[in-house]
């Protein structure tokens, strides 16, 4: 049964591509996979994750070295989903996050940060570090897009600019991006996908805020606008309690969500319940394009729960070489994971 009934386009041009992607997907660590190695001890912990991941090495003590080989694994599922995608637009869409990633790694190093950008973010962008900062510098409009282009010219002569506000400014036109790219695809899956995505955004900084005892004024410093709960209902949440603030946005999936953290859990817990449930509920939402025989669904389904297992993996490997115990390290898993 469809728990959002989501509209998926039928496309049997993508008929190789949600093949390759059917054989794939049974190499996604399982959830029961998980829970035995966080609970592996430590000295069978590295074979136990070489078989899990294939990765090499995985008895190092290095964990920058580990951490490395886990997102060059993501990086070439990153290459294999690009290469199925037949639409330049979703291609650019995909890549478009890194290249706000460097687009800010490029302004804190104007502001006199020492800088220097993970090899993943320049892999999975569409240009290197110092080809970006060159186009930029130049005032390359044409190759960068008028976006890209007008945040960075804005920060640039801000006399007077954090670090937040910078990557604020750039999530902000990372995301007017996104939606222009959208708009030109017309596919109600990928739209509903980046909506979600903003509204747990959304969300989570107004409950984090709240625990900080914040202001309204600094939870429209951090809103972003192109999601499905506008600012005067997201406001609520610095008064009202998960399930008040519940009742005010019904007309978002995610409110049902909220329903389900314990509300008799201390505050700091109920904010990692809720984000562990987002995720849970943004993973059934990509799990739904099993039902998509041909089409882009499957292929980019695939790509972002990989990346939610990186991120798991890379919260066990931390952990673990931190010596984090089992039971507290669950509860730090996200999605089905945990």
């Known amino acids: 049964m469809l728990t959002y009934n989501p ?27 998980f829970s035995s190695l966080i609970g592996t001890p430590i000295e069978r912990f590295g074979t136990y994750f070489h078989e899990l991941t294939g990765i090499e090495g995985a008895s190092s003590d290095d964990l920058h070295l580990l951490v490395n080989s886990l997102e060059k694994r993501f990086t070439n599922t990153f290459f294999l989903v690009k290469s199925l995608l037949l639409d330049e637009g979703i291609s650019r869409l995909i890549s478009l996050k890194y290249d706000y990633e460097l687009l800010k790694l490029v302004l ?3 502001r006199g940060k020492d800088i220097e950008p993970p090899e993943s973010f320049m892999d999975r962008s569409r240009y290197s570090y110092e080809d970006l900062k060159a186009m930029l510098e130049a005032g390359k409009v044409i190759d960068l897009g008028p976006v890209m282009s007008n945040v960075y010219a804005v920060v640039s002569e801000a006399k007077q600019i954090t670090g937040r506000e910078i990557d604020y400014r750039c999530d902000l036109a990372y995301y007017e991006e996104v939606f222009e790219i959208i708009e030109s695809l017309d ?26 005892g ?11 606008p192109f999601g499905t709960i506008d600012l005067g209902y997201l406001e609520q949440i610095l008064d009202l309690s998960l399930e008040g603030f519940a009742q ?3 007309f978002s999936p995610l409110a049902g969500v909220l329903l389900k953290v314990n509300k008799g859990s201390p505050e700091e817990e109920q904010i990692t319940q809720l984000e562990r449930l987002i995720d849970e509920d943004m993973l059934m939402f990509l799990r739904e394009t099993i039902f998509v025989t041909f089409g882009v669904e499957p292929v980019l ?8 297992e990186l991120r798991n993996l890379r919260t066990v490997l931390i952990a673990k070489h931190a010596g984090v115990s089992a039971s507290e390290m669950k509860f730090h898993i996200r999605g089905v994971y945990g």
């Open 248 to 250: 005010k946005i019904v």
């Open 301 to 308: 389904a695939y790509l972002w729960m990989n990346e939610v």
């Open 214 to 224: 914040g202001k309204r004024s600094q939870l429209r410093e951090r809103y972003i």
């Open 108 to 110: 804190k190093e104007q």
């Open 187 to 212: 596919n109600d899956f990928i739209q509903n996908f980046f909506l979600r995505e903003i509204d747990a955004q959304n969300i989570m900084g107004g409950v984090r805020l709240k625990l900080l």
């Open 7 to 33: 509209q998926f386009r039928e496309d049997p041009e993508y008929a190789y591509a949600v093949a390759r992607i059917r054989a794939l997907e049974t190499k996604l660590i399982e959830p029961g996979a």
